[in-house]
């Protein structure tokens, strides 16, 4: 029979870190608006690009609603629409 340390037997549990305060989130948006990381830049592209696609896919689908019918009015001013 072999004899079972007890010290290296036992779960040793990692330590406790100290905590940090959270940063505020006007800190958090400073921090990403300025950031000089590639990787964090790449993706405020994505999110920008994705916005845009989103809002030009929403005027299309009013123009498209717009020249369903003949004398149907989505967008009230013909002007708003020629814009």
Known sequence: MAIIDSKRSARHEPPELPSRPRPSLGSRFVGIVTTTDHKVIGNLYFVTS?????????MALVIRAELFEPGLQVVDNPEQYNQ
């Open 50 to 58: 994705f916005a845009w696609f989103v809002l030009g896919g929403v």
